[in-house]
């Protein structure tokens, strides 16, 4: 049996599916090596009636499964990230709820978790640094308040008010003297979001990790470690080799992860990743293969995902959540392909089909019986008869 997928150009090309499910099933032993946290996706509600411009109609029964499904194979989840679509269709009411939720459920099943803080409940502009601190207390109180480790992530409002690194520093040093426990901050470059441009005071990126770095270097006990979404591997490794002693890097690198998070004589990288939604099983047994020090095999379990990954993050990279829950839809974790803010509309058909054609060929699709079937329905939809 095949399918038939359009290319770039509007041609038509056959594809036989694998029959072969996913050989990759929950259990096993706890990951050791390496700490690692997918970022995950919310399930929409595909009956509300709302607009792309309406606050978030959440599925919290699918959305909190699919959390389930990752603790299940021994990842921990990154809740209310950027791939959760803060920003970008979740607003902060529903992201604190989301937050709440995931951590009865992470106590619940004792699943590890850990949420991002950030200062997006600022819906006009901010006029002053107090008012982002303000904006990051009120969403570290709330995370701390849940039990769950705080992620502190890059802020809009802070990168359109700061003046210069002084005001990143004084931002960043208040946060960390105040939390309760060790944070992981976390720099998101602009191809995930352009208003992040020239984070930490500087469009040049030396001179931002330089100013990154000191930030940690004043609060050591107060960082646990860092996530890098950069697209840089070079950078993360200089900037990983800087780090204080016990502070972690946390490979947030979706083009380069295999070969960070293997590491090298000097030391590795754990992970925080949104590719690690889809991959989630896969990332797990090949975290395991390197727990017994066997670099090789997990570098050829790992190795062959790349090119999903960067398939999934190219340019526009902010919009790579659409291919992430295409996938989820694909592999039978939801009943349907709708995102809130009606994101699913992102990504073009023959993105989705080269995402669904890298996907089975790394069976990734516990049924693909199922996945090919609801391929085959979207091809439908868009008129190419099947």
């Known amino acids: 049996m095949t399918i038939r997928l359009p290319d770039a150009t509007g041609a038509l090309r056959a594809y036989e599916p694998r029959t072969e499910p996913s050989v990759f099933t929950a259990g096993g032993a706890p990951l050791a090596s390496r700490t690692v946290f997918s970022a995950a996706h919310v399930v929409a509600d595909p009956y509300a009636d709302v607009s792309p411009d309406s606050p978030a109609a959440v599925d919290w029964d ?69 008012e982002v601190v303000a904006a990051y207390e009120e969403q570290l109180g709330v995370v701390e308040e849940a039990g769950v480790q705080p992620i502190l992530m890059a802020s809009r409002a802070l990168a359109a008010v700061a003046k210069g690194p002084e ?12 939390s309760a426990e060790p944070v992981v901050l976390h720099w998101l470059g602009p191809m995930f979001d352009p208003a992040l441009e020239g984070y930490w005071g500087s469009s040049d990126l030396d001179a931002a990790t330089d100013t990154f770095i000191e930030v940690i270097a004043a609060h ?5 470690g860092i996530k890098m979404s950069l697209l840089d591997a070079g950078r993360e490794i200089g900037v990983r080799r ?7 890097c946390y ?45 090789k095999g ?62 089975d060929s790394l069976g990734l699709f516990p049924d693909p019986a199922l996945a090919e079937a609801r391929m085959k329905s979207l091809l439908n939809v868009y008129g190419v008869q099947q």
């Open 167 to 178: 005001d990143y520093l004084e931002v960043y040093g208040r946060l960390l003297r105040q």
């Open 251 to 295: 490979t947030g690198d979706d083009f380069n992860y295999p070969e960070l998070i293997a590491g090298d004589e000097q030391g590795f990288s754990h992970a925080l990743l949104g590719i690690f939604d889809p991959l989630g099983p896969l990332a797990a047994e090949a975290v395991r293969v390197l727990d017994t020090g066997d670099v």
């Open 62 to 130: 699918a959305t909190l499964a699919f959390r389930r499904h990752l603790w299940s194979h021994g990842l921990g989840v990154a809740e209310a990230m950027d791939t959760a679509q803060r920003g970008m269709g979740l607003d902060w009411a529903g992201a604190a709820e989301l937050i709440k939720r995931s951590a009865a459920e992470a106590k619940a099943v004792g699943g590890r978790i850990a949420a991002g803080v950030g200062t997006d409940q600022l819906t006009a502009p901010a006029t002053s640094l107090d």
């Open 298 to 359: 997990f570098r050829e379990l790992l190795d062959p995902t790349v090119e999903l990954s960067r398939h999934l993050f190219q340019a526009p990279t902010r919009f790579y959540k659409t291919g992430v829950v295409f996938l989820a839809w694909l592999a039978g974790h939801q009943e349907h392909f709708t995102m809130v803010g009606g994101l699913q509309s992102a990504r073009s058909l023959p993105h989705f089909a080269r995402a669904y054609e890298l996907a």
């Open 242 to 248: 800087r780090l204080p002693k016990g502070v972690r």
């Open 220 to 224: 050591p006990d107060k960082v646990d």
